[in-house]
C-alpha cells in the first residue's frame, strides 16, 4: 500500500549513536592519602534496568559473580513520538547525490522524537556522583550528535540530544543479606529525522544558486543592496573540439605560446592542451600570454601540433554530478528595490509580486 521496501536504519543508529556517548565513563576509588588504589570503567548495555536488578535480588550472596557487575549503566528506547514543531511540506524536496545513480530528488524526513531512558546502577553513592558529574555538564541541556543517517545519499545530521530530567531511588532498606543498589534514571529525547525510500530516479543538476541581499529582513521596504551569482566552471575539456593547434613546442618554463589561429581565442578565459589548463592574460597576433598550471593541473611540455582546446558553456554543459569543477562568481549592486520572482525568472516590484 505504502510502497517500495525501505529501511535506513536510522532509529537504530540514533540508539546506538547515544549509546557512544557513554562507552567511556570511568570511576575512581582512592585511598586515605589520596591515592589511586583503582580505575573501573563502567560497562554499558543496552537492556531495560530491571533485568540487573532482578539478577541481584535473586542472587544476593556478596561472595556471587553478581557484585563484580555493578557499578553498571544500561539504556532503552521508550518511545517515539511525532514532533510537529519540525514538521515541514510533506512535498518538499531537496537534492542528494546517491551512490550509484547521481543527483536524486529526496522527499523531506518526518521528524520524530525518540525518548531514550539511561539507567545507572552503583553500590556506593560516592561512585554514582562520579558518574553523573561525567554526564550533566555536557547537556545544557542539549548535546548535538552527529550520526550518518542514510548510507546510500551520505546524509548526516546532528541529531540534538535533550536531558528531560534524573530521578533517583535508593534500595537501603532491609536485612544484612539484602545488597543495597542506588538507581538514578536519566531520561532523554533525541530528535531524529525518518527517511523513506530513497528514489533511483535522477534529478536535475544545479547549475546555478543565485543570492539577493537586502538593507533589512522587511522585504517590502527594504533596498535590494546587492546580488550575488555563481556558477560551475569547468576545468577541463568535455567536447575535444581542437579549436587551434601549437605552431612551436613549448616547455614547462614557457609562458608564451604560438598558436595557428587565435580567433577564438578569448582573454580570461581558459584553454586545455593535452591534460594541462591555462589561463589566457594576453593576446597578440598569434602569440598567446598564458598561466600555466591551472585548477592543480601539472605544467608539461607540449609539443608542436598539439591540439588546443577551449574551455567554454558547451563545456560547461557537460559536467557531470561527480566531476571536480571551478565556480565563476559574479556581484551585482542594486537599489532598486525588486525581488526575483523564481516561478517566472525574472525581477519585479514587490507590490506587483505580492498581487
Same mark, same amino acid.
Given at each position: ?46 537492556? @531495560? ?6 539478577? !541481584?535480588?535473586?542472587?544476593?550472596? @556478596? ?73 550533566? @555538564? ?23 540530544? $535533550? !536531558? ?29 529525522? $525518518? ?38 566552471? @569547468?576545468? /577541463? ?31 580570461? #578565459? ?28 601539472? /605544467? ?43 516561478? #517566472? ?11
Amino acid at each position: 500500500m505504502f510502497g517500495k521496501y525501505a529501511y535506513n536504519e536510522i532509529i537504530k543508529r540514533t540508539i546506538v549513536a547515544f549509546g557512544t556517548l557513554f562507552n567511556n565513563i570511568q570511576i575512581r576509588h582512592k585511598d586515605g592519602s589520596d591515592n589511586d588504589i583503582s580505575l573501573i570503567k563502567v560497562p554499558i548495555a543496552y537492556g @531495560p534496568i530491571q533485568k540487573f536488578l532482578a539478577r !541481584l535480588d535473586e542472587k544476593p550472596d @556478596p561472595r556471587n559473580r553478581v557484585a563484580i557487575t555493578l557499578p553498571r549503566m544500561a539504556f532503552e528506547m521508550t518511545s517515539i513520538q511525532y514532533d510537529a514543531s519540525r514538521k515541514v511540506s510533506t512535498i518538499q524536496t531537496f537534492q542528494a547525490n546517491k551512490s550509484g545513480t547521481g543527483p536524486v530528488q529526496v522527499y523531506m524526513p518526518a521528524p520524530y522524537n525518540i525518548g531514550i531512558q539511561l539507567s545507572i546502577i552503583t553500590k556506593y553513592q560516592d561512585d554514582m556522583l562520579q558518574i553523573i558529574e561525567q554526564i550533566l @555538564p555536557y547537556f545544557q541541556p542539549q548535546f548535538n550528535v552527529t550520526v550518518d543517517l542514510v548510507n546510500s545519499i551520505g546524509e548526516k545530521r546532528d541529531i540534538p540530544i $535533550i !536531558l528531560d530530567g534524573i530521578s533517583m531511588s535508593d534500595d537501603y532498606e532491609g536485612d544484612y543479606s539484602t545488597r543495597r543498589s542506588l538507581v538514578y534514571t536519566l531520561n532523554f529525547t533525541a530528535k531524529t529525522a $525518518i527517511f523513506g525510500a530513497i528514489s533511483d530516479t535522477k534529478g536535475p543538476i544545479i547549475k546555478k544558486v543565485q543570492v539577493d541581499y537586502y538593507t533589512n529582513t522587511e522585504r517590502a521596504n527594504a533596498s535590494r543592496q546587492l546580488r550575488y551569482t555563481v556558477e560551475p566552471r @569547468p576545468i /577541463k575539456d568535455y567536447n575535444n573540439d581542437a579549436t587551434t593547434v601549437l605552431t612551436r613546442a613549448v616547455d614547462e618554463s614557457d609562458v608564451q605560446i604560438l598558436v595557428a589561429d587565435s580567433t577564438s581565442l578569448v582573454v580570461e #578565459k581558459y584553454i586545455m592542451i593535452n591534460d594541462e589548463e591555462m589561463l589566457i592574460k594576453a593576446i597578440n597576433g598569434n602569440t598567446v600570454d598564458v598561466v600555466r598550471g591551472q585548477d592543480r593541473t601539472i /605544467k608539461a611540455v607540449h609539443e608542436e601540433g598539439d591540439a588546443i582546446n577551449i574551455i567554454n558553456d558547451a563545456d560547461k554543459e557537460l559536467i557531470q554530478y561527480n566531476d571536480e569543477f571551478g565556480f565563476d562568481e559574479e556581484y551585482f549592486d542594486f537599489g532598486d528595490g525588486r525581488v526575483f520572482s523564481s516561478r #517566472k525568472g525574472v525581477d519585479l516590484w514587490w507590490m506587483i509580486l505580492m498581487q
